[in-house]
């Protein structure tokens, strides 16, 4: 795989658990033996405080509009030996998005990532996983035209199918017009009840869609609401529960992918 890959967690409604899924996914890929970063785009900053961090003078927002530098900005560690870094957000970064009003700032997340890979081609991360906001605003258009693949988190809740329609019809415009590398590299079922009248209903629709849909699902799980207030993945708060094991499925099916696809 050529690197870095740039993954995008994208759903344009609230509640679908994209933040989770960027913490856990971004740190299972990580124990897999790649260096991960994780960027929040979200001015709720939800993924931010799942991490723990305190709040920053300085947030990636400041980034994309040239008001701060990378090493102003990010955070690093190791985990497992392995480089995880992060770009936080803040409430301010709704400033940045008033700020970034125009066609051509949709390629600033992009053009700030190409920037630090060339400083040091064989340093930059493996892979760039983003925690999109509940929108299709400037802020996850920056993460589309930057991301090589996007996921979309699928609740079996009623209205759910007809949103997702509306997210790969977004999703495909960028990739069109902006993007010619954006792929979708599955619908990722999350809390999904399938025994549901809605979760059969739109499982069945999803098998007609003929999407890519992942086998992996993620299951309602305490472990995983408790890991995100202790600040910690679900690898290191409860490595044995159905969580974890979830997301190394997860993160097994989604190596795969890539690897098949580079």
């Known amino acids: 795989m050529s690197k870095p890959i740039i993954l995008a ?22 124990r897999r033996g790649h260096s991960v970063l994780m960027v929040d785009l979200d001015p709720q900053h939800n993924l931010t405080m799942a991490v723990g961090l305190p709040a920053k003078s300085k947030h990636v927002g400041d980034l994309l509009t040239g008001d701060a530098q990378w090493e102003d900005v990010i955070e690093m560690t190791k985990t497992n030996g ?29 053009n700030l990532i190409e920037e630090e890979v060339e400083k040091a081609p064989d340093a930059f991360y493996d892979f760039v996983v983003i925690d999109c906001p509940p929108n299709l605003g400037i802020l996850t258009r920056n993460a589309l035209c930057a991301a090589h693949y996007y996921i979309v988190p699928l609740q079996g809740e009623n209205f759910a199918f007809q949103g997702l329609a509306q997210i790969i019809k977004q999703a495909t415009r ?89």
């Open 9 to 30: 967690v994208f759903n344009n409604k609230g509640g679908t658990g994209k933040t989770t899924i960027t913490f856990n996914l971004a740190a299972g890929i990580n």
């Open 82 to 110: 392995h480089p995880f870094g992060f770009l936080p957000a803040s409430l301010d970064l709704q400033r940045s998005d008033a700020i970034l009003s125009n066609d051509a700032e949709f390629f600033a997340l992009r």
């Open 174 to 262: 960028i990739k069109k017009d902006f993007n010619r590398s954006l792929e979708l590299a599955g619908i990722l079922k999350n809390r999904f009840g399938e025994r549901t009248k809605f979760g059969s209903e739109i499982k069945k629709a999803l098998v007609e869609s003929k999407l890519p849909v992942f086998t992996a699902a993620i299951r309602q799980s305490i472990g995983l609401m408790e890991s995100a207030a202790e600040h910690k993945s679900i690898f290191e708060y409860d490595p044995g529960s159905n969580g974890a094991e979830d997301f190394n499925q997860l993160v097994d099916e989604l190596l795969a992918i890539l690897t098949t696809a580079n």
